[in-house]
């Protein structure tokens, strides 16, 4: 009897050693559980074009969820290749991407749209509809994914409201002032409260009073609960700021700090 | 369920808006998608309208042959049933001398000499006793002539067989223009369906090129590749629905009331024009499909080249 329980027992210990293989079901299930928690994950991300030297060179790095986190680098230095791989405009030559929970390697082509309505975007250049009034620019997209008319009258103007635009609804990105349009992109980003809103280089066309407007709007939005990743080359906001600072040079992460400043970088 | 069904109509809603956006090229793409199906549908009914009156003069051809007045009923009726043997016969009626005389009469009403002349004959009838006979086409009556040859005895020598000539040759003539009007109008067809074809290619490449932003603002939102592309087709099929409305309405104000003056002409058009006013539903059917089948295939052409999502 006491043979038969000894036996048992190495069965079970035996299953249990291979069960913490690497690359087992259970190790495998665990690391999505940890990949879950971050809300965006790089696991060693490198790109390369063509022959030339990589934009992105076996980048790390993981961002938790509600954090607000600053990207800052000079030009070329692989920030605009971060986001495009992040928001799957170019696939990465190598490294592991998980964003919101969705492993980019076992993301289908037609699984991209569904991606992307998990992340919002905001460009420097704000990419407004101009034949588009504001609302009708902020409800295209929530007309994009099937949403009621009912539901998006009911939606926009408390977005509009957040972002300060009561009023201005009718008109159109051309009445607007630099600061305004890039509220309603903003507005736009966030209608269908996205997990992540990547702000990439929000405040490059706009004076410093519109800048922190827009970059108080960001912080607001980011106490919702929305992660923000932003990149700029505003030296003062980003000290004055006091968040999160990842500094990229010649595609590598150079520094990651918790409470950082530009020079830093 | 009820998301598809927003969705799809918003596809139109977009494709609509684009449609009344670019005022000159739709106006293009329309007129040239207009002549197409117009030179399609006038093709079909010219074909139809030939093609009857061909018909129907084939069917007024006869032969005559004419019989001396020594014959025999019963040899007249052998030869009447040789002839109806004959494939290419449809009908042999016998024309007796009296029915002759008074269907000379009838016809040379007006004729006050003829008639006079006639009548001082008294009761001698100078004319013969005949064979009409209706074939089926005019143009083969090899088997007709071998029998009416055998019964050459039968025939009156002076009078030669009559095969009603200007008919026979109007009827080639009719069947010329009709060959060639069909043959010009294929052509000319297929000719303005590749124009068609080329210009809402390139009015969809415009399209896709002025709203280059819009289409990667899309992207990056998460719409869908069938969200971007579906107003470009609805777009390109609007282009097809506007021209059959206006093809259409030109066939049925102009070419259905105007029609009738050909009649004059001894041109058949009534049976095509009832088709055309009796099934009114398959003729618009079938010039929205042609239109908008060019305009879908155009810009599917063009969304394969140039909208890369």
């Known amino acids: ?265 | 369920m009820r998301r598809g069904f927003t969705t799809v109509l918003r596809i139109f809603r977009y494709g609509l808006n684009n449609f009344s956006r670019n005022a000159w090229l739709t106006t293009a793409a329309t007129v040239v998608m207009t002549i197409t199906l117009l030179i399609i549908i006038t093709t079909m009914f010219a074909r139809f309208v030939f093609n009857d009156t061909i018909d129907q003069v084939r069917q007024k051809i006869d032969v005559s042959v004419y019989l001396k007045d020594e014959d025999t009923p019963a040899q007249v009726q052998d030869f009447a049933r040789q002839l109806k043997a004959v494939p290419v016969v449809t009908s042999v009626d016998y024309v007796s001398k009296q029915q002759a005389r008074t269907t000379f009469e009838e016809q040379n009403r007006a004729e006050f000499q003829q008639l006079q002349a006639l009548a001082e004959l008294g009761s001698d009838n100078p004319f013969p006793a005949s064979l009409r006979i209706k074939t089926r086409d005019p143009n083969k009556l090899e088997g007709l002539n071998a029998v009416i040859g055998k019964n050459k005895p039968l025939l009156d020598t002076s009078l030669p067989t009559s095969y009603s000539g200007d008919r026979k040759a109007a009827i080639d003539r009719i069947a010329q223009v009709s060959q060639f009007s069909e043959t010009a109008g294929l052509v000319a067809a297929a000719v303005f369906v590749v124009i068609s074809i080329m210009i809402v290619f390139n009015t969809i490449r415009m399209a896709i090129f002025n709203r280059r932003d819009e289409i990667e603002m899309m992207k990056l939102i998460g719409a869908e590749k069938r969200f971007i592309r579906g107003p470009f087709i609805v777009e390109a099929a609007l282009y097809g629905v506007l021209a059959a409305i206006v093809s259409l309405l030109l066939v049925y104000t102009v070419i259905i009331t105007r029609v009738h003056d050909l009649s004059q002409y001894e041109i058949v058009v009534d049976r095509t024009v009832n088709f055309f006013r009796t099934w009114p539903v398959l003729i618009v059917l079938g010039q929205l499909l042609a239109g908008v089948l060019i305009g879908v295939f155009s810009a599917q052409l063009a969304i394969r080249r140039y909208l890369k999502l």
């Open chain 1, 1 to 265: 009897m006491a043979s038969w329980m000894g036996l048992l027992r190495l069965i079970w210990k035996t299953n249990k050693d291979r069960r913490r293989q690497p690359g087992s079901r259970v190790v495998r299930a665990n690391q999505r559980l940890c990949y879950n928690k971050k809300v965006i994950l790089l696991d060693r991300v490198t790109k390369i074009y063509g022959k030339n030297k990589p934009a992105l060179n076996r980048v790390s790095l993981h961002v938790e969820p509600k954090e607000f986190v600053i990207l800052v680098g000079t030009s070329g230095a692989g920030k605009s290749t971060l986001l495009k791989i992040l928001t799957r405009e170019e696939r990465p030559t190598s490294g592991k991407i998980v964003v919101g929970g969705i492993d980019y390697d076992t993301l289908k082509d037609k699984s991209v749209p569904l991606l992307r309505r998990k992340i919002g975007v905001v460009f420097q250049d704000f990419k407004l509809l101009p034949q588009r009034t504001v609302f009708e620019n902020i409800a295209f997209a929530l007309e994009i994914v099937g949403m009621s008319n009912r539901e998006i009258r009911h939606t926009v103007p408390k977005v509009i409201e957040l972002v300060g635009l009561t009023g201005k609804e009718n008109q159109f990105p051309s009445e607007l002032s630099g600061g305004e349009q890039q509220r309603v992109a903003i507005a736009r980003a966030v209608v269908r409260q996205p997990k992540i809103l990547i702000a990439d280089e929000p405040t490059g066309n706009l004076d410093p009073k519109h800048s922190w407007d827009i970059v108080r709007l960001l912080e607001k939005i980011n106490r919702y609960g929305t992660t923000v990743l932003l990149t700029t080359h505003n030296q003062d906001i980003v000290n004055k700021l006091k968040r999160r600072v990842i500094t990229i040079d010649h595609g590598k992460i150079i520094s990651d700090v918790a409470q950082g400043s530009y020079n830093q970088g």
